[in-house]
């Protein structure tokens, strides 16, 4: 059994390995897993992870099992347990979860299931993203070479970050500086990461700048949009010359990046961070069903 | 124009050829279906069954189309007749249909289509589900060779379960021993099998324990829980030696089965029922297309 | 970037080629573009032009992606530009579209991608439907090898109706004598089509006849429903000799046609359309993707 649960999880070596694997699907490499079944099980709205993984899988060649939870047996009360268990036996061996629950991938993890299964944290609770932060760093890496010594500075809803959590878990492995910069309500002390409430000290020197996105309705509980746009947005004023601009998507026009930013080059790494995500998602899938993750 | 529809259509032969099919299938016999379409038109939810036809249709290398009762154009007042006819012009060949409706797919059966089409039935009302009786009888013969004088005891909502009158239709034509047991609401004469009110009398040196799955809303109607649970539901106490334990799924953990049991080397067969579903659906659907089936 | 907008920015030689290469996948021809990703953006429901494009994707073989509007980012408030930004990254680059608003695909040809990308309008507001116009000249050409100075005329809501659009605009290319008929508020002049407020008269000598749906909504608020069926319902008797007739369903019968029409040998030719569909679509997918469609 071998899944892909955090960035903690993962050493250096496999990260590299799965980096240079993305890398060569992303120059042509083929695949042809077309006895392979995987399930989408996103217990939380999405559409770029959710195309991101299908597309994934379907250049694959394996098949994809759009789980529709509004419409499942989960409905009928039956335990999540009971539902893998039933998938398995079908012969869907891998899942990909996204889910608010923190625990949940982890409770999975110890079950012993009819068959081997394989699970794929496609984003969980407030802690992590890891196929995120996989493809952010595959994204540096195309841009700026190594991330060892370098300023790269997480701006926003650090707090509630999956984003933020597991591209920091991953920086740290690699011996990056990084700061967040966030109001008050958004902050949290992160190991590895070093905050500075100052947007502009903190982007002062970046080489790498990542954006979170807000969720609208955390803005006015917490702080004003207004403040927030006044003292976190990024805008072709300060921007730090020679950065690059990172965002998970989808992005907030005018709140957490102007739209004349956005829409310059510098604006383009972000759909390069999409194009990156799906060779991540092959190489992750690729490495789980060769039994090569742990 | 060839179909699955209920069990008693088919002849002995034919039953066993589709199980002699399966355990091909499950053997890793390969079929390449490219050319063929599939329509999946579930008029009630199910996430096992359509996953297994699903599977089934992606294993056979044909195209399955989820067909979302809530958006079609059955919405806009279309009759199912031209919803068919159309989906026949369109290129959909075979049709697996779920409905609460007895006689939609013998009516549908009556019609001349625009070109020839195969309907599977996937569950009809209270009265037959023939993949599910043709998975369980694979099951049983895995596992004890054969039902001829076996003694098969079936436990529960007799009255409204198409799981044991489709069962029972099988068995009987096998010379099995068909023994039902259920509260006095639940019960219903079957021709074929014989009642007995005492869930100890009837699980008396029984050879297969074949529980139903008993739906919650139903329950406090009819008969409380607790009394339901007392009187008929399987524990590691009152659970013959020897015998196997079935159940269609999803069960009601601790009210048709008691958890204990249920995750016991003897609740391991309901799995097994559900990974001989794909194998049994590929055999249907195998021979429908090559049109052996009348 | 290449794509379909409008039967008006075709030329009569691309409507040619594209009648012969779907008479061509017809007759068997054989595509394989398993390399390819094709989104349906379906802001409208639709059962038939939906299946109709997934089952021409499939046997193109190539992978649909079913962008279910409910539960995208764009209720996320992404806008539809960084939606489709992020898609083609991910690597899908062909988007049918059907929506209600009349400027949406022009806007989009508009905008400059991350890279390139193709959309096939299928169906917009009230004014074009070109694949719909397509498969019936397709199924008219088959019935009656050409429609220069051929009568045809098409019934009912013209003024809503963007088949009735799309049908003008590519007949008049091909010089066909239009005619419309329909009660005073469906009534709408169209430049290439001669109205007629009389059925008979309209009907009297005609070649084809093409009923439109009638969105049963819209009759009480402007005719009664009895009134319509009186005055312009096609049925056995009124129904002129040697006509084809057809409709782009799904047909409300008794309504703009009796089902003793629809049901006899005459009402054939609406499937066929229908199974013509499926080959234009085919061929449309097929002349974008080898970047032939201007």
């Known amino acids: ?42 217990f939380e709205n999405s559409t770029r992870t959710r195309f991101s993984f299908e597309c994934a899988i379907n250049r694959l060649g394996a098949h994809p099992y759009i789980f529709d939870i509004s419409k499942s047996s989960n409905q009928k009360g039956e335990t999540i347990k009971d539902t893998i268990n039933n998938l398995c036996a079908i012969g869907i061996n891998t899942f990909v979860i996204r889910t608010k629950e923190e625990d949940l991938i982890d409770k999975l993890k110890q079950i012993d299931f009819y068959k081997p299964v394989h699970f794929i944290n496609a984003g969980k609770g407030k802690s992590s993203h890891p196929t995120q932060a996989l493809l952010d760093y595959f994204t540096m890496l195309e841009k700026i070479k190594t991330v060892k010594n370098k300023k790269v500075v997480i701006i926003g809803d650090i707090k509630h970050s999956r984003v933020a959590k597991s591209n920091i878990a991953l920086l740290k492995k690699f011996g990056a500086n990084i700061i967040t910069t966030a109001p008050e309500y958004f902050k949290e002390d992160i190991n590895g990461a070093f905050f500075e409430p100052d947007l502009k000290k903190a982007l002062d020197g970046a080489d790498v700048v990542m954006a979170l996105r807000i969720q609208n309705e955390r803005l006015d509980e917490a702080i004003s949009k207004e403040d927030f746009i006044k003292n976190y947005s990024l805008n072709m004023e300060n921007f730090p010359k020679n950065a690059i601009l990172m965002h998970p998507g989808p992005v907030n026009r005018d709140v957490e990046i102007s739209s004349e930013l956005l829409d310059s080059k510098i604006g383009i790494t972000i759909l390069n961070q999409a194009e990156n995500g799906v060779y991540i998602r092959m190489a992750v899938i690729d490495k789980i069903l060769k039994g090569q993750l742990k």
Chains 1, 2, 3 share one sequence.
């Open 1 to 42: 059994m071998r899944h892909l649960d955090t960035i903690e999880n993962l050493t250096t070596v496999e990260i590299e390995e799965l980096i240079d694997s993305a890398s060569s699907f992303k120059s042509g490499r083929y695949a042809n897993y077309s006895t392979k079944h995987v399930a989408l099980m996103f």
